[in-house]
């Protein structure tokens, strides 16, 4: 593509949206003197589209081909002007998400420009890098079980220990009540970020229910557990072999529209996700949907948490409108069902903002982390955790704005609450003092960056395997603090 006066076409398949964002940063690189024209055609009609084509020169990147591919109002027409737009000097770089329903449509819809392609290239992202902050998605709401604060739940671990060894003593007869223990303890464990220890107890739970050969349904649940915490630690890999397991036995013991395998199909979703094969969680997602649509009332919880999950790979993908889409749906059903102040719909507005976020209306964003927030702030106690997230979400769209002391401040708000109530090694922890590293960063102390990073760093390490991609995100945006600090300071 080193010639500006020839025309290329070239597809780019993409299992994550953050491929889009590298490429076109490299383009701009590559010829910062070239002109480049980002374009999502699920904003556009077709008369604008081809206007855009037919009278600009340069790079014309279309984030979101498989718009095209699969309207008719956009495709017929894009066909017939092949020969017009392929005598134009630009580079028409096309963006298609991974699966094959996306190449197919292709073929089958676009013949004419697919025939003159230059090139199809496929580009991987393990995971979307976190060298800048995020709003959080899918947040994780902290139980009151043993309490809110790290304090309280390591009291009430220490007293369920205590309990555990005493019904031991006579453990067939007290088996029900030992297999709630252990759950606790593994839920409890979880909450305070220690995923090692909760992992454990989960294993020993598994133990507990096959040593007195429990129910195949009763011993799904600990398995369950034991898949939760390995994906916590980053094992995306033996999460979703251990998912898998359980949908084995539940395939093998409950009727094929039962609501706890489109559950479990939810989870293995989110293992997807995590590993970047977005087709597939989809594909899991709306097998859950679909056995929900069948066997629930329409205005179930359930399926407002499908939708969801559900709009989530969606932005993940770049689909931001159908991300949309999605969470509307979750929230029809959540507004009708749920008080007008329950924490699922604060969880929900943070969600649709960081798509806003992502489509950068940042204004929009800001107003649905404020109604989160305002959610949040009259159900839950001050230093509630998930305060801390919304006042992170906040800080996000602050700094998106360019309000980088505004940033600077919700950031710290939402460390002072996870420094008072977390445990002192909690992942959440490490995330604030990476965020406020970067706000620090972007206001030129890059003293005070490495100070933060180093901080958060130093937590990823004990919380979190060796190989865990978080901790080589940290290391990677600390050697350049530390690079762009020896520049400033030969």
């Known amino acids: 593509m080193r010639h500006a006066d020839v025309f290329r076409f070239v597809i780019i398949e993409y299992n994550y949206y953050s491929v889009v964002k590298k490429i076109t940063a490299f383009l701009h690189h590559l010829d910062p003197d070239r002109p480049l024209m980002s374009i999502r055609a699920e904003k556009e009609d077709y008369f604008s589209l081809v206007e855009k084509l037919t009278n600009n020169i340069g790079f014309i990147l279309i984030e979101d ?69 995020t709003s959080t998605l899918l947040q994780t709401s902290i ?64 133990t507990l229910l096959r040593k007195y050969n429990r129910p195949e349904l009763e011993l799904v649940k600990a398995i369950g557990a034991k898949a939760d915490n390995y994906f916590l630690l980053g094992d995306y890999d033996k999460a979703l072999e251990i998912h898998n397991r359980s949908l084995e036995i539940l395939e093998r013991t409950l009727p094929a529209h039962h609501p706890d395998l489109a559950r479990l199909y939810n989870k293995i979703a989110e293992v997807y996700d995590a590993l970047g094969q977005y087709g597939k969680s989809l594909e899991y997602n709306q097998n859950a949907l679909a056995i929900q649509k069948k066997v629930l009332p329409a205005e179930h ?40 102040k329950h924490p699922d719909l604060a969880n929900l507005y943070n969600n649709i903002a960081a798509v806003y976020n992502n489509l950068e209306e940042y204004q929009k964003a800001l107003e649905f982390h404020l109604i989160a927030l305002e959610i949040g702030g009259k159900l839950l ?79 990823l390490e004990k919380a979190l395997p060796a190989a865990h991609p978080n901790i080589a995100s940290a290391k990677k945006s600390l050697a350049l603090f530390e690079k762009k600090l020896q520049e400033k300071n030969p």
Request: charged share 25%; with cysteine; net charge neutral.
């Open 143 to 206: 139980s009151n079980l043993g309490g809110l604060d790290a304090k309280s739940k390591k009291n009430e671990l220490k007293r369920l220990r205590a309990r555990i060894k005493v019904l031991e003593k006579d453990a067939s007869a007290n088996i029900e009540l030992l297999s709630d223990l252990f759950s606790q303890i593994t839920q409890i464990s979880e909450e305070l970020g220690e995923y090692q220890n909760a992992l454990k107890w989960a294993e020993l739970w598994v």
């Open 381 to 459: 106690p001050a230093d509630h955790p998930n305060l801390a997230t919304s006042y992170n979400n906040i800080a996000t769209t602050y700094a998106d704005l360019g309000a980088l002391q505004k940033a600077l401040e919700y950031n710290q708000k939402a460390l002072a609450i996870r420094e008072k109530v977390l445990s002192a090694y909690h992942p959440d922890l490490a995330t604030s003092y990476n965020n406020i590293a970067w706000v620090y960063n972007n206001l030129g102390n890059l003293e005070k960056a490495l100070d933060y990073m180093r901080q958060g760093l130093l937590i």
């Open 301 to 340: 919880p359930d399926l407002a948490s499908s939708y969801n999950y559900i709009a989530v790979t969606f932005s993940h993908l770049g689909q931001l409108q159908k991300a949309l889409e999605y969470f509307q749906k979750s929230l029809a059903i959540r507004e009708k069902v749920l008080p007008a």
């Open 65 to 133: 081909f498989q718009h095209i591919a699969t309207l008719p109002e956009l495709f017929a027409g894009f066909n017939q002007r092949r020969d017009q737009i392929s005598q134009r000097p630009i580079q028409f770089i096309c963006f298609l998400p991974a699966g094959e329903q996306n190449i197919r449509a292709c073929k089958d819809n676009l013949r004419d420009f697919w025939s003159i392609r230059d090139l199809m290239l496929k580009f991987e992202d393990y995971a979307p890098e976190q060298t800048e902050q």
